[in-house]
C-alpha cells in the first residue's frame, strides 16, 4: 500500500507497472540478479581456477621482478621496490646479448626445419600408400618419449670420447667433433635435438590440416592444366594457411621456453654457449648456491611478454583474414 | 504479486543454492587440508607430538637405516619424527619457501656451503640459542657451518675428493703410484700413460657447482685464494687442466661430466685416475678391477686442501622457541659420539670428530687415506667468505669451462671472472 501511496514521486515505476502486469514487472528486476548470480555460480570455479594458478603466480613474479631480493628479504618479506632495476640488471649483464642471440637463433632455426620437415612429412603421408599409417606413427615416437629420456639419449649420442655420432664419423674418416663441449657447436646440438623432437607435433597438426582440404579443389586444378608444383603453391600453401599460422605460434611458444633439452645436454655451457632465457632465468634463480630471485623472475617475465607480444600478433593477423 | 515473487525467488534461490553448494565445496576442501598437528603445539619437550625433519637423501627408503636411525632418535626423545626427503639441489629454495610461510621444519640436514645462505637469511638458530655442543667438533669441518662468529648447525659427517687409481692401467704404463707426488710427477705420469695407448685421468668441470667443487684441490693446492681469481696460481691451476686436454691426458667429455658421469667413464676401466669423493667407495669395490686412492696432490707437493663435502644438521628458527629444547635432542642423538658411528656408516661418511674417526680406521683401514683428506679439507665458505662464496665460484666453473673449451686462455678467462665478481 506504500508503495502505492509513493507512486507520483518515482513516475517510471508506475508507468512500467501500469503498462505491464506487476508479476512480470518485478521479474524485470529480479531477473537479472537472479542470472547473474547462477551466472558466478557457474563461473565461479573457473575463476578460482584462474585466480589461484594463473593470476596470482603471474602477479608475484612480477612483483618477484620489481623488488630487492635477497635470500633475508625473502624470508622476512620486506624488499624494498625497485622499479625496473632488475631489468637494468638484467640487460646490462654480459650474459644478456649471447643469451638473446642464441635464444633468437634456436628458436628461429628449430621453427624453420620443425615446419618445413613437418610439412613435407605431411604431404607425404597425406598420399595414404601402404604402411604409412605404421610409418607415421613411427614418427611420433619422439613426441612420445619423457624429454628426459630423449634429451639423455642425445647427450650419449653426441659425446666427445664415446657417442656413437663420433665413432660413425671416426669410421669414415671424420676426426671426432666436440659436439656438446665446444662452444661452436653445443648450440646446435641443442637446436638439432630439439628439432628432432619438435617435428612430430607439426607432422600431425600440418597432416590434419592437409585433410581438411577438399579433394575437389585439386580436381579442379588438375583439371585446369595446373602442375604438381603449382598445385602446392596455388592450393595447398594458401589453404593451409590458418593451419600453418597456429602450428608456428605454437610451436614458437613452445620453443621460447624449451629448458629441459639444454639443460640436460649441456647446462647451457660450455661458458655459456648455449644459454638461452629459458636455461639463464633457472640458472639465476635456482641454479646457484644463492638464488638471485628478482632477476631470475625479470628474465622469464621478458620471455613471457615475448611469447605474447606474437599471441597478439597472431590474433591480428587472423582477425585481418577474416575482414579480408 | 506472491505468484510472480515466487516464480523470481525460484530462479534466484536456484543460484544462491549453486553459490552455497560451491563454497561449501570449497569449505569441505579447506577444512580437510587444515593441519592437524595441535598436539605439536604444546611444546612441551617429551611431551609428544610431531617433530619435522627434511634430509638431502631422497635416494633413502623407510627400511632404510637412515630413517630407522631417524625414528629411533625420535622415541628416544619421546615424539614422532616426520621425515620429508628433498633433492639437494630442491632443498634450499624449499627450507627458503618454508621460512617465509612460517612452516620452517624443526631439523634441517642441508648441504655445507648453503648454511651461510640460510643464516645471512635469518631462518637458521645459533648453536648459542639451541645448546647444540660443539666441542668435540674438528674445527675445519666446522668452519663451513660459521659465519660472523657464531655457529649455526653441527656437521652429521664430511666427505671430500682424492684420486682414485686403476692399478692395472699403471702396471701397464710402467707408473710407479709412489712418484705422483706433485702436478709434476702427475702430469709425467699421465704421459706416460697415454704413450701406453690408455686413457689418462677424468674429473668433472661442468656448469655447475659441482664443477667449482671439483676444480678447488687443484686450485687451492696451485696456493691460490678465493679472493683473487686472476692471481698467478690460480691461472696455473686452469693451466694445468687445459694442457691436460689439448694432450689429451684427458677427454674432452670432462667439460659436461657431472660427478656420477666422471666416475662412469673410470668405471670402464680405460682410465688412470679418476678424481671422486668418499661416496664412490663402494661402486668402486664392484668396479671389477684393483684401484687405489691417493690425496690430490698440491702443486709443489703435499697435498692439496680438498673442499669439504656433507651435510650439516641444523635447528630452522621456529615461533614457538620451546620446540628448540626437544629438536636439540633429536640433533644431539643424530650427532653424538655415541651415535655418529652409526650415522657415517649409514652415509658412508667421515666422521665429524676425531674419536669417531679412529673408530672408523680400526674397523675398515680403507679410510685412512679419506680421514687424512677429510683433515685436510676446507669449507668453500670458509675463511670468512660466507654468502660471498657462491658469487665467486659461479664465474669460477665459468672460467674454467671457457678455458677448457677453448674460448678464452686461462689468463683471459680467469681475469674475466674476477671481473665479473666486482
Redesign the interface.
Known amino acids: 500500500m506504500s508503495r502505492i501511496a509513493q507512486a507520483p514521486n518515482r513516475r517510471p515505476a508506475p508507468a512500467i507497472g501500469g503498462s505491464v502486469p506487476t508479476g512480470r514487472g518485478h521479474r524485470k528486476v529480479w531477473r537479472p540478479r537472479a542470472e547473474q548470480l547462477t551466472a558466478w555460480a557457474f563461473l565461479l570455479p573457473i575463476v578460482v581456477y584462474l585466480v589461484v594458478f594463473y593470476a596470482y603466480p603471474l602477479y608475484r613474479n612480477l612483483e618477484l621482478s620489481l623488488r630487492d631480493y635477497t635470500v633475508r628479504s625473502f624470508v622476512q618479506g620486506d624488499a624494498p621496490f625497485i622499479g625496473f632495476d632488475n631489468y637494468a640488471k638484467v640487460i646490462n649483464d654480459a650474459t644478456f646479448g649471447p643469451a638473446l642471440w642464441h635464444t633468437v637463433v634456436f628458436t628461429v632455426v628449430s621453427l624453420v626445419f620443425q615446419f618445413g620437415i613437418g610439412l613435407a612429412l605431411a604431404l607425404f603421408f597425406v598420399r595414404n600408400f601402404r604402411l604409412s599409417a605404421t610409418l607415421r606413427a613411427l614418427f611420433l615416437v619422439p613426441w612420445l618419449l619423457p624429454l628426459i629420456v630423449s634429451s639423455s639419449t642425445w647427450a650419449w649420442m653426441l659425446n666427445s670420447d664415446s657417442g656413437v655420432v663420433n665413432a660413425v664419423l671416426g669410421m669414415v674418416g671424420v676426426d671426432p667433433v666436440n659436439w656438446l663441449t665446444s662452444p661452436d657447436w653445443a648450440l646446435w646440438s641443442v637446436t638439432v635435438a630439439n628439432i628432432w623432437i619438435g617435428v612430430p607435433f607439426n607432422l600431425v597438426v600440418l597432416y590434419s590440416g592437409l585433410q581438411a582440404i577438399s579433394p575437389a579443389v585439386y580436381e579442379a586444378a588438375a583439371l585446369d592444366g595446373a602442375s604438381g608444383w603449382q598445385r602446392f603453391w596455388s592450393v595447398t600453401f594458401p589453404l593451409l594457411r590458418p593451419v600453418s599460422a597456429i602450428t608456428l605460434l605454437l610451436g614458437l611458444v613452445y620453443t621460447l621456453k624449451v629448458f629441459d633439452i639444454i639443460w640436460i645436454m649441456t647446462r647451457g655451457g660450455p661458458s655459456g654457449a648455449s644459454t638461452t632465457f629459458a636455461t639463464w632465468s633457472y640458472r639465476l634463480g635456482f641454479g646457484n648456491l644463492v638464488p638471485s630471485f628478482g632477476p631470475g623472475a625479470a628474465v622469464g617475465n621478458l620471455l613471457i611478454v615475448t611469447a605474447l607480444v606474437f599471441g597478439l600478433l597472431y590474433i591480428r593477423v587472423q582477425r585481418r583474414q577474416a575482414l579480408a | 504479486?506472491t505468484?510472480?515473487?515466487s516464480?523470481?525467488w525460484s530462479?534466484?534461490t536456484?543460484?544462491?543454492g549453486?553459490?552455497v553448494?560451491?563454497a561449501a565445496g570449497?569449505l569441505a576442501g579447506c577444512s580437510t587440508t587444515t593441519p592437524e598437528n595441535g598436539t605439536a603445539a604444546t611444546g612441551q619437550p617429551s611431551a609428544g607430538g610431531t617433530y619435522t625433519i627434511w634430509d638431502p637423501y631422497p635416494q633413502y627408503d623407510k627400511t632404510s637405516e637412515w630413517v630407522k636411525l631417524l625414528e629411533s632418535c625420535g622415541s628416544q626423545a619421546g615424539v614422532t619424527v616426520e621425515r620429508t626427503a628433498f633433492d639437494t639441489?630442491d632443498l634450499?629454495?624449499k627450507a627458503?619457501l618454508a621460512?617465509?610461510q612460517g612452516n620452517a621444519p624443526d631439523v634441517i640436514v642441508i648441504d655445507n656451503?648453503?648454511i651461510s645462505?640460510?643464516a645471512?637469511?635469518?631462518?637458521l638458530t645459533t648453536t648459542e640459542e639451541n645448546k647444540l655442543d660443539i666441542s668435540a667438533i674438528s674445527p675445519n669441518l666446522i668452519a663451513a657451518g660459521q659465519s660472523g662468529g657464531k655457529t649455526y648447525g653441527v656437521p652429521i659427517g664430511a666427505n671430500t675428493l682424492a684420486l682414485y687409481y686403476n692399478k692395472a692401467v699403471l702396471d701397464e704404463a710402467g707408473v710407479d703410484i709412489a712418484s705422483v707426488k706433485d702436478w709434476v710427477s702427475l702430469t709425467a705420469a699421465l704421459e706416460k700413460v697415454k704413450a701406453a695407448g690408455e686413457k689418462g685421468i677424468t674429473f668433472s668441470a661442468?656448469?655447475?657447482?659441482e664443477g667449482s667443487f671439483q676444480f678447488l684441490p687443484w686450485f687451492w693446492g696451485s696456493g691460490a685464494q678465493l679472493t683473487k681469481l686472476d692471481s698467478a696460481e690460480g691461472v696455473s691451476a686452469v693451466t694445468l687442466w687445459t694442457d691436460w686436454l689439448k694432450k689429451g691426458y684427458a677427454?674432452?667429455?670432462v667439460?659436461?661430466n657431472t660427478q656420477t658421469t666422471s666416475w662412469q667413464?673410470f668405471a670402464s676401466g680405460d682410465y688412470a685416475f679418476a678424481e671422486n669423493g668418499t661416496w664412490q667407495l663402494a661402486n668402486a669395490k664392484q668396479a671389477g678391477f684393483e684401484y687405489g686412492i691417493i690425496p690430490i696432490p698440491g702443486k709443489a707437493g703435499g697435498t692439496a686442501a680438498a673442499p669439504t663435502g656433507g651435510e650439516f644438521v641444523s635447528i630452522p628458527v621456529q615461533q614457538d622457541a620451546a620446540r628448540y629444547a626437544t629438536s636439540q635432542r633429536l640433533v644431539t642423538c643424530l650427532t653424538s659420539t655415541d651415535n655418529s658411528f652409526t650415522t657415517v656408516s649409514t652415509l658412508s661418511y667421515i666422521a665429524p670428530t676425531e674419536q669417531v674417526q679412529a673408530r672408523q680406521i680400526t674397523e675398515n683401514p680403507e679410510l685412512e687415506v679419506w680421514v687424512a683428506a677429510v683433515k685436510a679439507a676446507k669449507g668453500r665458505t670458509s675463511d670468512d667468505l660466507g654468502?660471498k662464496?657462491?658469487?665467486i665460484?659461479?664465474p669460477m666453473w665459468?672460467?674454467v669451462?671457457?678455458a677448457?673449451?677453448?674460448?678464452?686462455s686461462p689468463q683471459q678467462?680467469m681475469t674475466d671472472a674476477q671481473t665479473?665478481i666486482q
Open positions: 504479486m505468484a510472480a515473487r516464480s523470481g530462479r534466484r536456484l543460484g544462491v549453486l553459490a553448494v560451491a570449497c639441489s634450499t629454495n627458503l621460512a617465509q656451503p648453503v645462505t640460510l645471512e637469511a635469518g631462518v661442468i656448469g655447475t657447482e677427454p674432452n667429455s667439460i659436461n667413464e654468502t662464496y657462491p658469487k665460484s659461479e665459468g672460467a669451462q671457457a677448457l673449451s677453448g674460448a678464452k678467462a665479473a
